[in-house]
């Protein structure tokens, strides 16, 4: 076994939205490092692809749902086992539409699953690890977070997530639980490549505002996500990590005319 698979090897890992994308990228590393993956998804179907393809067990989630992540949890526990360590990667995208054209009930929705979701899935992992004094949790942020984008609730949604983290870090911290985000860049999911297809992403645009000139591969965001996670990052808690090809320095060498090319 090796180093990387000893520092999870037996522990029981839950992670929200694992059924596509970054969250079935986060579960199937995880898993590669030993751990034994708890798939929670609102699409079960998916979740149990994901699961049967790991060696780990499917949950249905809807993260909107405050008693459905309080039972979801408790199932994973009484199924599996103690939960170690948590990665909350449900979340919905946005159309960059400008806010006079943005249907509340859509600010709404992304909101409740992308901010208010992870709080709760946060929270109701937490409740059973702070008994035991011990585990760690990660939630995917984004690169959004950070910067001026005309994604007028998915970027604050992600930038309250990244604050969350922070202050939940503090509030957890004397309890033996760390807690950590991280933020993706452009990351080549189905989610984005349906916001492609639809228009609303230029890959040429996208590849440009990196540092790298690259989209990130999902399975890169997992190898992040693993790290904090595990024994590695036994002193690390309250960051946010930015996993994005160099996107948060590369956007201010436009006036210059961007990342030279060697």
């Known amino acids: 076994m090796s180093g990387d698979e000893s520092t999870m090897a037996g522990r029981i890992v839950a992670v929200t939205g694992g059924g596509s994308g970054i969250g079935a990228a ?10 034994i993956v708890a798939v929670l998804d609102i699409n079960v179907d998916q979740a149990s692809i994901v699961a049967a393809r790991i060696g780990g067990m499917a949950f249905p989630l809807d993260v909107s749902d405050e008693q459905n992540v309080v039972s ?39 909101y409740t699953i992308n901010h208010r979701g992870t709080y709760l899935s946060l929270r109701e992992i937490a409740r059973h690890m702070l008994p035991r004094r011990k585990g760690s949790l990660v939630a995917i942020s984004s690169v959004t ?35 950590n985000a991280v933020e993706p860049g452009y990351t080549r999911t189905p989610a984005l490549q349906a916001q492609i297809d639809l228009g609303n992403r230029d890959v040429a645009l996208m590849e440009e505002n990196s540092a790298l000139g690259r989209l990130i591969e999902p399975a890169e965001i997992g190898a992040a996500v693993a790290f904090l996670l595990s024994d590695d990052a036994s002193a690390v808690t309250g960051l946010s990590m930015a996993v994005d090809a160099g996107f948060y320095g590369a956007g201010s060498w436009a006036p210059y005319g961007g990342v030279r090319k060697h």
């Open 72 to 110: 979801a949890m408790t199932m994973v526990e009484r199924q599996l086992g103690p939960i170690a360590a948590g990665v909350t990667a449900a979340g919905i995208v946005q159309a960059p539409d400008p806010p006079d054209e943005l249907d509340m009930a859509v600010y709404d929705r992304i």
């Open 145 to 179: 977070a950070r910067r001026s984008t005309p994604l007028h609730a998915y970027g604050p949604g992600k930038a309250a997530v990244t604050n969350l983290v922070a202050g939940l870090a503090c509030e957890w911290g004397r309890a033996g639980l760390r807690v």
């Open 26 to 35: 986060c579960a199937e590393v995880i898993a590669s490092r030993g751990a």
